[in-house]
């Protein structure tokens, strides 16, 4: 290596950050608003809107505001909201039967979103715990969840979901086998443009907490999802997860959480070469809320930071609370 008069080589890395157009000239990966998707929580009544205490800046609103929210996120660029409906108390039951009513909540807030706003995609969960009265994913029979008889539901459940209008089914329950009778289920009924974004690789995460509130699921819940949620310990497990529905007709992968688990991103990205999702999760965000308001961390550039190291990992598209002030700093920038 040549050596300049003053004894440095000729090699300088910090050329290329001298300014902040060069910086951007060179810059490797990008954040933009496309890449973003934002959850929203849906209730019922007109005109409402819950804050949810442990997410700050979250709330769980009325199917009006909920389409109000939807024109945000299309004017600031964000291509895709994900809805997850907060089920009242009594219409759960064991079975999760509600999910599979053609006039339920979330049903009825696909039909408003696609009437009102039909340029935004939809991401509609495909999960029993909104419906269930214990908070499970799947139908439980002497404590266990039981795996083909949950599948049964949540294939009709997908169904009336695709029928509404959801662009996107996204299962998020872990049940083995689901992806294929999903998909045979949406072909057999002329359903077979509508898009499965398989929650592919879900871990049995701590990190859950505030979104459990948020769907009114926290106190119903006795016993954690450790039998068909993820061991945090495997990674090689989550390539053969991943395969699996892969094989099975997947047409997106999502891995959840997403900060602790960047690797399986890299890994899920490399190997299979799909588009490719992680969920910045609710207890995710909820820390950098919670720092932000403590005064120990600059909570914009946390979070932008944050969400290009999904990038960086090899996302496509990442669901985070923050789509909205991301897309936000993005348009000021």
């Known amino acids: 290596m040549t050596k300049t008069q003053q004894g440095f080589s000729n090699i300088r890395m910090r050329r290329l950050r001298q300014t902040g157009y060069i910086r951007e ?6 954040l933009d608003a496309s890449d973003l998707i934002w959850p929203l929580f849906v209730l019922e009544g007109a005109n409402q809107q819950e804050d949810v205490a442990s997410m700050p800046g979250v709330q ?7 389409i109000e929210k939807a024109k945000m ?8 909201i994900a809805l997850f409906p907060v ?22 807030a696909i039909e408003a979103v696609k009437a009102n706003v039909p340029d935004i995609a939809i991401v509609a969960d495909v999960a029993l715990d909104p419906y269930t009265s214990h908070g499970h994913d799947g139908i439980i029979k002497d404590g266990v969840v039981l795996n083909d008889e949950t599948v049964e539901i949540l294939r009709q459940q997908a169904l009336v979901q695709a029928q509404a209008g959801a662009d996107i089914i996204a299962p998020s329950d872990m049940m083995d086998g689901r992806i294929a009778a999903i998909r045979a289920t949406l072909d057999e009924n002329k359903q077979q443009d509508t898009i499965i974004m398989s929650y592919a690789a879900k871990y049995a995460s701590a990190f859950y907490g505030p979104f459990r509130d948020a769907v ?5 819940l006795k ?18 997860e991943v395969a699996l529905d892969v094989a099975e007709g997947a047409d997106m992968l999502m891995v959840k959480p997403g900060i602790p688990y960047l690797d399986i991103v890299a890994n899920v990205k490399e190997e299979f070469g799909l588009p490719t999702f992680a969920y910045h999760v609710s207890g995710e965000y909820a820390m950098l ?3 932000a308001q403590n005064g120990w961390i600059d909570y914009d550039g946390c979070m932008m930071e944050t969400l290009l190291g999904f990038k960086r990992a090899g996302c496509d598209g990442i669901l985070t609370y923050a789509a909205l002030e991301a897309a936000k700093i993005l348009k000021s920038a």
């Open 223 to 240: 016993t954690d999802k450790k039998t068909y949620q993820m061991n945090p310990a495997n990674k090689a497990e989550s390539m053969r």
């Open 25 to 30: 000239m060179v810059s490797e990966y990008k």
């Open 73 to 80: 996120a299309r004017d600031f660029g964000i291509p895709a």
């Open 87 to 108: 089920i009242d108390p009594k219409k759960k039951c064991e079975k999760g039967s509600e999910a599979l009513n053609a006039d339920n909540l979330m049903c009825r």
């Open 289 to 291: 809320k919670a720092a």
């Open 60 to 66: 769980r609103t009325s199917i009006d505001l909920l």
């Open 216 to 220: 009114g699921t926290a106190s119903a």
